[in-house]
């Protein structure tokens, strides 16, 4: 075995072991690379000798992880992703690399519904996503404060529904005290745009999840078209917060939602679909004649309950198509159909039950996996939410698989991954994203990677900031503005 220092590889690999000796790279004709069948979903196998550089991939997913693998040995100044690798004359160590992910779902989500992010900036987080061996992006588009989604025979989503006349000027305490920027803010995508999202993700082997959050955070859908909510017409919201406006039950409101999900199904091909589920106020539904009525036809026993019926009702359409509804950790509560992912966000222990009541479950917990809290108790920090900071140190340690779940993993219920979100209340442009996404992004990396700790182990935080300091002139190199490390990791 050889005694040089391990190359800091993130994620770090299963299996890595070196040996004397170096190999003089000179490009894309030094590497052999296939599919072996015995090989899992993922999974891969790189060895670098005397021979040059041979690769094996239990898919072409694990072909392409390889190929990141490989890119991480080379200088920071190589090409993206995808790009054929160019490196010229750099000695390789001699290496065996053996490596699989633990959760299939290894997911990230950007928020470009609270404010806007260009279809450009999408695709430079893809190419980070694809060289940290994350395979999920999903996209939150539609919410109070902004709609970003064309949908044909509904002009007035993105004439109306994408703009709002201002935003809240610091932190939203939610009293009157507050100050507005009198700034307009508006953005939606094209068609085309999503379209090339899609495709330019695939090709790095990473699913685009789309997200039209229904029945709650639709008030930018009801500025737009009065009759799907209750009540006043109302303006695209310019706070935060919880909106008080949900979608009515109305036969035409559920016919909206279903024209809306055909062109989400249509646009986005992947096998899942994001329809919601959070931060349902009920009081519309307990004035509505009509939700009463929905709640007397479906024999449910309060209007509480409504909520799984919508869902079921909204993931029947999306069933049809082939696809598998995701839905926020409320929906166990309101009693949402068991084949519904459920993405559990208001903490560790909604995860358990989700999964012990039979659902799979993405864990995605507010904190430490929200991108949007501050990074320290310096002042210095962007407005955030006033809680304590979430660090990188706090992301590396998480853990998906709470402790004490035990053999529920075993029974109708799993948890099938973990997800890192960018929620973008205070977040208003794509520097304040990158600085709140990186570094951390790269904790989370390991997080959804890295096998399960076994009793007695524990986990290498020096080692792996050590690791982030050598992998930072990366993401200088592919122009990302991120946080630089102090003494706050902790």
């Known amino acids: 075995m050889s005694n040089q220092p391990a190359p800091a590889l993130i994620p770090q690999p299963r299996q890595l072991h070196l040996f004397p000796g170096t190999f003089r790279f000179e490009g894309e004709s030094d590497i052999r690379s296939g599919i072996d069948p015995q090989l899992g979903a993922e999974e891969y196998m790189l060895t670098i000798d005397g021979n040059g550089?041979?690769?094996?991939?239990?898919?072409?997913?694990?072909?392409?992880?390889?190929?990141?693998?490989?890119?991480?040995?080379?200088?920071?100044?190589?090409?993206?992703?995808?790009?054929?690798?160019?490196?010229?004359?750099?000695?390789?160590?001699?290496?065996?690399?053996?490596?699989?992910?633990?959760?299939?779902?290894?997911?990230?989500?950007?928020?470009?519904?609270?404010?806007?992010?260009?279809?450009?900036?999408?695709?430079?987080?893809?190419?980070?996503?694809?060289?940290?061996?994350?395979?999920?992006?999903?996209?939150?588009?539609?919410?109070?404060?902004?709609?970003?989604?064309?949908?044909?025979?509904?002009?007035?989503?993105?004439?109306?529904?994408?703009?709002?006349?201002?935003?809240?000027?610091g932190y939203d305490n939610q009293t009157d005290d507050v100050e507005y920027d009198g700034t307009p803010h508006e953005g939606a995508y094209t068609r085309a745009e999503l379209q090339h999202i899609v495709r330019y993700a695939a090709e790095r082997h990473i699913t685009v999840v789309p997200e039209v959050d229904l029945p709650g955070h639709a008030q930018a859908a009801i500025a737009a078209y009065p009759h799907l909510g209750s009540g006043e017409p109302t303006e695209v919201r310019t706070r935060w917060g919880i909106s008080s406006r949900i979608l009515n039950l109305e036969d035409y409101t559920l016919d909206f939602v279903t024209e809306v999900l055909d062109e989400v199904l249509d646009i986005f091909p992947g096998g899942y679909v994001h329809i919601g589920g959070d931060e349902v106020p009920r009081r519309e539904w307990r004035e509505s004649a009509t939700a009463q009525q929905r709640m007397s036809e479906a024999g449910l026993p309060d209007v509480e309950q409504l909520l799984g019926w919508f869902v079921g009702r909204v993931g029947e359409h999306v069933r049809a198509a082939g696809r598998r509804p995701v839905a926020w950790d409320e929906v166990v509560d309101g009693g949402?159909?068991?084949?519904?992912?459920?993405?559990?966000?208001?903490?560790?222990?909604?995860?358990?039950?989700?999964?012990?009541?039979?659902?799979?479950?993405?864990?995605?917990?507010?904190?430490?996996?929200?991108?949007?809290?501050?990074?320290?108790?310096?002042?210095?920090?962007?407005?955030?939410?006033?809680?304590?900071?979430?660090?990188?140190?706090?992301?590396?340690?998480?853990?998906?698989?709470?402790?004490?779940?035990?053999?529920?993993?075993?029974?109708?219920?799993?948890?099938?991954?973990?997800?890192?979100?960018?929620?973008?209340?205070?977040?208003?442009?794509?520097?304040?994203?990158?600085?709140?996404?990186?570094?951390?992004?790269?904790?989370?990396?390991?997080?959804?990677?890295?096998?399960?700790?076994?009793?007695?182990?524990?986990?290498?935080?020096?080692?792996?900031?050590?690791?982030?300091?050598?992998?930072?002139?990366?993401?200088?190199e592919a122009g990302i503005r991120y946080r630089p490390l102090d003494g706050d990791t902790e």
């Not at 200088?75 to 160019?86: H, K, Q, V």
């Not at 694809?130 to 044909?152: E, F, I, M, S, Y």
Request: hydrophobic share 40%; charged share 25%.
């Open 336 to 476: 949402a159909p068991k084949d519904t992912l459920v993405m559990a966000w208001r903490g560790v222990q909604h995860g358990v039950n989700a999964v012990r009541a039979g659902y799979d479950v993405v864990v995605t917990p507010r904190p430490p996996l929200y991108f949007d809290f501050r990074q320290s108790e310096s002042p210095e920090e962007p407005v955030s939410f006033p809680e304590a900071p979430t660090t990188l140190a706090d992301v590396f340690r998480f853990e998906p698989l709470p402790d004490g779940l035990g053999d529920a993993q075993d029974g109708d219920g799993r948890v099938i991954g973990t997800q890192a979100n960018l929620w973008t209340e205070y977040v208003p442009t794509t520097e304040s994203a990158e600085y709140m996404t990186f570094p951390r992004l790269l904790a989370f990396a390991e997080v959804a990677w890295r096998p399960r700790l076994e009793e007695g182990e524990s986990r290498d935080l020096d080692g792996f900031l050590e690791r982030v300091e050598q992998h930072l002139p990366r993401l200088h």
């Open 53 to 169: 550089v041979a690769i094996s991939g239990g898919d072409d997913a694990g072909v392409f992880y390889a190929r990141q693998t490989l890119r991480q040995l080379l200088p920071p100044t190589a090409s993206g992703p995808l790009d054929p690798i160019d490196a010229r004359g750099v000695d390789l160590p001699h290496v065996h690399i053996e490596d699989r992910p633990e959760y299939p779902w290894r997911g990230f989500m950007l928020d470009v519904a609270r404010h806007f992010l260009p279809a450009g900036f999408v695709l430079k987080v893809i190419d980070q996503l694809a060289t940290l061996k994350l395979n999920r992006l999903h996209l939150h588009l539609t919410d109070d404060q902004g709609w970003r989604l064309p949908v044909p025979g509904y002009p007035r989503l993105t004439e109306v529904g994408s703009k709002r006349r201002e935003s809240i000027v």
